[in-house]
């Protein structure tokens, strides 16, 4: 799981050029998702709240990855 951890850190530091690389691996129905889960998660982490996004972030990249591996970062 540590590159789907590495993948899920870059993204909520805020790389639009990780986000754009994961978007190319990914279908198209999870892109939508896939930017507010990480939109959610730095609210959450700027209002020092649970990670709830962060973990459903995570979910959603573990379920990508098992489907078609992403590449590592």
Avoid: Y
């Avoid at 691996?25 to 939109?39: G, S, Y």
Wanted: charged content about 30%; proline content about 8%.
């Amino acid at each position: 799981f540590h590159h789907i951890e590495t993948w899920r850190d870059r993204l909520l530091e805020g790389s639009d050029q990780v986000l754009s690389a994961l978007l190319e691996q990914v279908p198209a129905e999870n892109a939508q998702t896939l930017r507010q889960l990480v939109r959610n998660a730095g609210k959450e982490a700027k209002l020092g709240k649970p990670p709830a996004s962060s973990r459903k972030l995570f979910k959603l990249l573990r379920e990508l990855d098992e489907q078609n591996p992403l590449p590592p970062l």
